[in-house]
């Protein structure tokens, strides 16, 4: 059987960002800065260094900004030129994506993670499509998406990528069955969308990096609404499962979820510290402010 090559991705970025009001009232949370680019851009990039080519934002109401970020500002561009600011100018370039390389659709109601996904249908068509969730900043010299590519290009099917999380803390993800070991992962044996204390099948959660394949999109068109009283993916997923392949990879970088006010502060200090410019001055400050 022949791997169909990867080479779109899916972000559903139509959450309300209410955890950051009113900080998200005018910005969405996925334009909020780490450091000095939009949480946005990270996962962008994340996608792109695993060799996806065209990328489906699935937006909703108030998030007409995100398009604008994505598109060329020639008025910006020309004042960079006319006072010499080369740097700026090639940077900005450098990260522009290519025409015609970015789709926009909206999830008109908050139906759910599973529903955003289905709004993608038509724009993703019969392909296997990666999927990351914006919320989720994943700090690795590789990236996480390019590590299931890996383990996706030797063995088809559907991956998911999974971390450990501290089992009083797994109720608040979906979180997977581990069955038998195979070459840069493991046979998913189930799936659970916030499993209640004391039934999760592991501890190993669902942190937020996906590769599918388009026959999720069926299933999700008639999938019940599940935990939260939303149509959730993990439900259409176990439903795939009984189908397809679904293997686990263990990501091993650090993740800060930027959902959360502690993830998204994390995340600002933690890239920071990859900044030569500013890396001895935030040490110094914090250790001040924390003495
Ligand atoms: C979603 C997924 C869940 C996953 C989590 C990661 O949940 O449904 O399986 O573990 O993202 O952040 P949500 O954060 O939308 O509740």
Not at 6 to 15: C, F, N, Q, S, T
Not at 220 to 248: H, P, S, Y
Request: net charge negative.
């Amino acid at each position: 059987m022949s791997i169909k090559p990867v080479k779109k991705a899916v972000l559903p970025v139509a959450g309300l960002g209410t955890r950051f009001l009113p900080g998200t009232k005018a910005v969405p949370k996925e334009m909020l800065n780490i450091v000095d680019k939009p949480v946005l851009q990270y996962i962008v990039d994340e996608a792109i260094s695993a060799g996806i080519e065209h990328i489906i934002f699935v937006t909703g109401r108030n998030k007409g900004v995100i398009e604008d970020y994505f598109d060329i500002q020639y008025e910006l561009n020309d004042t960079l030129r006319n006072r010499g600011k080369t740097a700026e100018l090639e940077m900005l370039n450098s990260i522009q994506p290519k025409a015609g390389s970015t789709s926009f659709t909206r999830q008109q109601e908050p139906l759910g993670l599973g529903h955003a996904v289905w709004c993608a249908r038509d724009i993703v068509g019969n392909d296997p499509f990666a999927l990351l969730l914006p919320d989720m900043v994943m700090q690795d010299e590789r990236g996480c998406l390019s590590g299931m590519m890996d383990v996706y290009n030797q063995s088809g099917g559907n991956i998911i990528s999974v971390e450990e999380v501290a089992m009083e803390d797994a109720h608040k993800y979906g979180v997977v069955g581990i069955g038998k070991d195979v070459e840069g992962g493991f046979e998913i044996t189930d799936m659970v969308e916030k499993p209640a204390r004391g039934s999760e099948p592991s501890n190993l959660f669902i942190n937020g990096r996906y590769i599918l394949q388009p026959e999720i999109f069926d299933i999700l068109a008639t999938q019940e609404r599940g935990a939260g009283n939303e149509i959730q993916l993990t439900d259409g997923m176990l439903k795939l499962a009984a189908k397809q392949d679904f293997f686990g990879y263990r990501f091993q970088g650090n993740t800060y979820d930027c959902g959360t006010k502690k993830g998204f502060i994390l995340a600002n200090i933690a890239y920071a510290m990859e900044r030569d410019d500013i890396r001895p001055d935030v040490i110094n400050e914090i250790r001040d402010l924390t003495k």
